[in-house]
């Protein structure tokens, strides 16, 4: 538990380190800045949440053989749904100058199908998980899973200028 605190400590420090370049509360005509540093933040965060994953799931040698290809596969499904988030975020960006209360109400009910999609696809994946791992693993690798996706939520959403009235 120490290590996972320590750990999510670690990568939020990062995070906050990084949003004063990242997205910084700022105003685009086209979005082009904002997709640029999106797409390092999400590179970023991608190498160091299976880095931070492995530091506190202790897996077996034949644990780690059964899981970490759930886990890519996992991570694959997962990132088709950030996919279309970070497209949503773009798509704000390059719009939110302009935006009418049409878009505005699209925008934020695609955001909410989305969240749908991730929390289904995270049900899909517990049966697959366990599987692959102890049930007292599995249980810690989405608890350890949903703590980055949170930190990862907070860092975009903090970095996204609210809509203007």
């Known amino acids: 538990m120490t290590r996972l605190m320590f750990s999510c400590l670690v990568l939020a420090i990062a995070f906050t380190a990084a949003g004063s370049t990242a997205l910084a509360q700022r105003e685009t005509a086209n979005g082009v800045e904002v997709e640029k540093d999106l797409e390092l933040l999400r590179r970023d965060l991608r ?3 299976k880095q931070l994953i492995a530091m506190n799931l202790t897996l077996t040698d034949a644990e780690a053989t059964k899981f970490w290809p759930v886990y890519d596969e996992y991570v694959a499904e997962m990132a088709k749904h ?14 939110q100058k302009t935006l009418t209360d049409e878009q505005a109400a699209s925008m934020i009910s695609r955001w909410a199908d989305i969240q749908v999609k991730q929390a289904q696809t995270r049900q899909k994946y517990i049966p697959i998980v366990e599987k692959a791992i102890p049930g007292r693993k599995a249980a810690l690798f989405f608890q350890v899973d949903r703590r980055l ?3 990862m939520d907070l860092q975009v959403a903090s970095q996204i200028p609210l809509v203007r009235q």
Do not use: H, M, V, W
């Open 47 to 49: 190498s160091e949440k």
């Open 82 to 95: 950030n996919d279309q988030f970070y497209g949503l975020i773009k798509e704000y960006a390059a719009n």
């Open 149 to 151: 996706y949170a930190l």
